[in-house]
């Protein structure tokens, strides 16, 4: 079994290598909560969705920002699940860290925080439907200056600086194909980003009209549509398919010389990533599970400007899962 669990191991590895032009660009976070999330519906063994077990994991994700910006995020997961015979739900916290270095200059700190609940309906003969709310909580005002005390834009902070609201759901059939629809909309605001692309000391990088100017951001809702391919067993498998994510409208910024507001031209639009992920589980009874997904955007398929730092080039997040209370089952043999 430990020989067949590495070959798995390495075919999953590589496969998620295969996909590394794949999601993660303009996410404002909702992929990855609850239903609305990548193999939200995998089946433990042939008793038991992953869902129906308590479980901690943690990740680190590496990403390509704007401009080559570089960003390391660790992540802190935690599922609390709530079933009963046939339908029942879960609890999602995800809590990361969030480090960012590029040509203007390097920020780290606690990024916003995911709160969830999901709900689960079983006994749906080939089916398993979810729906999911929840929050994300900005933990800043999005204003993280340099080392030269500028500000930074929205591409270089840990947050947005806003507490959103996140909705949706998503359908299964067996263990083969999901589809999942969810919206994020700000409902609190307090984004203090204050980048204006002007130094008075001549610096020519940090002048540079490259970076959206987000001076207080007022950041409106985001629309996501998920369709994924799914082929995996008890202790391996791959899943591969898309995200579109339609930003509503144009987001707005406050002048720093008038105080009037006006609209950031080109941030609403449509942005179509692809997905893939790769997974193995280990132990008697599929108590510990690594895995990987890689995302990035399809060529040409991007809005025109993503003012909220949400831009990403590519994304590779390698994760380690332990599940609580693991049953006996299929997997011991």
Not at 104 to 124: E, I, P, Q, R
Request: include cysteine; charged fraction near 20%.
């Amino acid at each position: 079994m430990r020989y067949i669990s590495a070959i798995c191991l390495t075919a999953a590895l590589s496969f998620a290598s295969f996909g590394v032009y794949a999601q993660g660009d303009s996410d404002p976070g909702l992929t990855k909560v609850g239903a609305m999330r990548n193999t939200s519906a995998l089946m433990i063994n042939e008793f038991d969705y992953e869902n129906q077990r308590a479980h901690l994991s943690f990740s680190h994700t590496f990403a390509k920002g704007e401009r080559d910006a570089k960003l390391n995020i660790s992540s802190l997961d935690a599922r609390i699940p709530m079933f009963g015979m046939f339908s029942g739900g879960y609890f999602d916290v995800q809590v990361p860290i969030v480090s960012i270095s590029g040509e203007l200059g390097k920020t780290w700190g606690l990024g916003d925080v995911n709160f969830a609940y999901t709900h689960m309906f079983l006994g749906k003969e080939d089916w398993a439907i979810q729906g999911t709310g929840g929050l994300k909580i900005g933990m800043g005002t999005a204003n993280l200056l340099d080392g030269k005390t500028r500000p930074l834009p929205m591409s270089y902070q840990p947050g947005q600086g806003s507490t959103d609201f996140m909705v949706g759901g998503s359908v299964t059939w067996k263990k083969y194909v999901t589809a999942a629809a969810g919206y994020q909309q700000a409902f609190v605001r307090y984004n203090e980003n204050d980048f204006f692309a002007a130094n008075a000391l001549n610096d020519t990088i940090y002048s540079r009209n490259v970076y959206p100017i987000a001076r207080k951001l007022h950041r409106f809702g985001d629309v996501m549509l998920r369709l994924e391919g799914h082929y995996y067993t008890d202790r391996a498998g791959v899943t591969i398919g898309a995200v579109g994510l339609y930003h509503v409208k144009n987001d707005l910024y406050e002048d720093r010389n008038t105080g009037n507001w006006y609209e950031i031209t080109g941030s609403k639009g449509f942005t179509l990533n692809m997905v893939g992920n790769g997974f193995v589980r280990f132990g008697r009874h599929g108590e510990y599970k690594l895995d990987l997904t890689v995302a990035a955007p399809f060529p040409n398929s991007r809005r025109d400007v993503i003012a909220d730092g949400t831009a990403k080039e590519w994304y590779v997040s390698p994760r380690f899962t332990f599940f609580l209370g693991s049953k006996k089952g299929s997997l011991m043999f």
